[in-house]
């Protein structure tokens, strides 16, 4: 055997190890434990910083697949934002791990509603709500109407201020219209366009 073709089993035997060796001695990143992870992004999300918070709840989805918890407070805080269609679906996200969760459905009924306001709002708007779109949509209305035992629909979004946003998470069913029966001429039809559904 020549020297060079030993010299070269040689460096090949050395690579090898060097990679086997580099293989094994690899840190080993470890998740932080969830609650550590939900944590943080609480304490961005009450500092005012929502989109950090979304950023922290994303990683923890990603490090925990299997938990509902991270899509909830993703889905509460787009909903809060009034960004209707993200929180739609991030509660689907919620629903595919726990399709029972009561936060995550009504989320979902409820930025479907507003979601479906402004575009009735726009088409009576645009004149466009007319024959058998104005028939189903008034079917609609009637059949939410009474599933939901209310005479408003879409209770008006709530102003808050900033500490009670903090502290008020949760989404609310629609409220009681107070005075009972149907809505009267001094409600304001351009602000809700299932008015002129009843």
Same mark, same amino acid.
Not at 51 to 61: C, F, H, I, N, S
């Given at each position: 055997?020549?020297?060079?073709? =030993? #010299?070269?089993?040689?460096?090949? &035997?050395?690579?090898?190890? !060097? +990679?086997?060796?580099?293989? %094994?001695?690899?840190?080993? !990143? ?8 939900? +944590?943080?992004? +609480?304490?961005?999300? /009450? ?19 299997? *938990?509902?918890?991270?899509?909830? =407070? ?5 909903? *809060?934002? @009034?960004?209707?269609?993200? $929180? ?5 996200? $919620?629903? #595919?791990?726990?399709?029972? *969760? ?9 930025? &479907?509603?507003?979601?479906? %306001? ?5 088409l009576s708007r645009q004149n466009n709500?007319? /024959?058998?779109?104005?028939?189903? +949509?008034?079917?609609? $209305? ?5 599933? #939901? /035992?209310?005479?408003? #629909? ?8 900033? &500490?009670?946003?903090?502290? *008020? ?11 009972? @029966? ?17």
């Amino acid at each position: 055997m020549s020297t060079y073709t =030993h #010299l070269r089993r040689l460096l090949g &035997g050395a690579a090898c190890a !060097v +990679s086997i060796c580099a293989c %094994t001695t690899a840190p080993v !990143v470890k998740t932080p434990p969830m609650e550590e992870l939900l +944590s943080q992004a +609480s304490q961005a999300s /009450g500092s005012g910083q929502k989109e950090q918070a979304v950023t922290l709840w994303k990683q923890t989805a990603a490090a925990y697949p299997a *938990d509902k918890t991270p899509w909830i =407070h993703i889905a509460q805080t787009r909903y *809060d934002a @009034g960004q209707y269609g993200d $929180a739609i679906v991030s509660a689907q996200e $919620a629903l #595919l791990r726990d399709p029972n *969760d009561k936060l995550a459905n009504s989320i979902i009924a409820i930025s &479907g509603l507003r979601l479906s %306001t402004r575009a009735l709002f726009d088409l009576s708007r645009q004149n466009n709500l007319s /024959g058998s779109l104005r028939t189903e +949509s008034q079917d609609l $209305a009637k059949l939410l109407r009474e599933s #939901l /035992g209310e005479t408003v #629909l879409v209770p008006p979004p709530v102003a808050k201020d900033r &500490g009670q946003a903090a502290r *008020d998470t949760s989404v609310r069913p629609p409220a009681n219209n107070k005075k009972g @029966g149907k809505a009267t001429a001094s409600d304001d039809s351009s602000a809700n366009p299932f008015n002129a559904l009843k």
